[in-house]
T-cell receptor, first 111, second 114 residues
Framework: GQQLNQSPQSMFIQEGEDVSMNCTSS?????WLWYKQDPGEGPVLLIA?????ELTSNGRLTAQFGITRKDSFLNISASIPSDVGIYFC???????????FGTGTRLKVLA | KAGVTQTPRYLIKTRGQQVTLSCSPI?????VSWYQQTPGQGLQFLFE???????NKGNFPGRFSGRQFSNSRSEMNVSTLELGDSALYLC?????????????FGPGTRLLVL
């Protein structure tokens, strides 16, 4: 099935470092969502974006809706061990009710 | 508000059997989407139901089917199970009728086919 390009695929970082990941699409979206998934659990919504250029924060997390509407970015500042998990982006085009998901970024934090 | 609930959480079946999974959306949400998640394939969209009608469908064989009831609860059925059907099955709910809306996931049902 269709998936968005998400990078990096995985990353090891030191506790306290900042993390950046991004998602790109060949289609224009009017909604971008970012989720975090812990092993064996369902994805948990972190941030929702609805407007091109929008920058939204949730604690140490900040996400941006790309100006071209074909990409989105997620930044995590001052990472901590509980940030470990898989981060997914998801996008939805106007007039559709189907979300397309990224391939995921697996984050591992070294204490 | 209660979140999305899925039952059962874990299931073990053998090849050739069939299975039915259940999902109750957030109160007031009328759209339910189903996804299959495997380590190698990521999150794959199965289908989406809104007001008892299938509105979107992914690229899965006909062995995978679903339905939605008038109270928005949804079930998905997999017939003639294959080993490759072992996966985490996730459902997600959303209002379903807004141009800008958010989708929330349940905890998933882990299916193991032996």
């Amino acid at each position: 099935g269709q998936q968005l390009n998400q990078s990096p695929q995985s990353m090891f970082i030191q506790e306290g470092e900042d993390v950046s990941m991004n998602c790109t699409s060949s289609s224009i979206f009017n909604t971008w969502l970012w989720y975090k998934q812990d092993p064996g659990e369902g994805p948990v919504l972190l941030i929702a974006l609805y407007k091109a250029g929008e920058l939204t924060s949730n604690g140490r997390l900040t996400a941006q809706f790309g100006i071209t509407r074909k990409d989105s970015f997620l930044n995590i500042s001052a990472s901590i061990p509980s940030d470990v998990g898989i981060y997914f982006c998801a996008g939805r085009a106007r007039g559709t009710y189907k979300y397309i998901f990224g391939t995921g970024t697996r984050l591992k934090v070294l204490a | 508000k209660a979140g999305v609930t899925q039952t059962p959480r874990y299931l073990i079946k053998t090849r050739g059997q069939q299975v039915t999974l259940s999902c109750s959306p957030i109160s007031g949400h009328r759209s339910v989407s189903w996804y299959q998640q495997t380590p190698g394939q990521g999150l794959q969209f199965l289908f989406e139901y809104f007001s008892e009608t299938q509105r979107n469908k992914g690229n899965f064989p006909g062995r995978f089917s679903g339905r939605q009831f008038s109270n928005s609860r949804s079930e998905m059925n997999v017939s003639t199970l294959e080993l490759g059907d072992s996966a985490l099955y996730l459902c997600a709910s959303s209002p379903g009728d807004r141009d800008l809306e958010t989708q929330y996931f349940g905890p998933g049902t882990r299916l193991l086919v032996l």
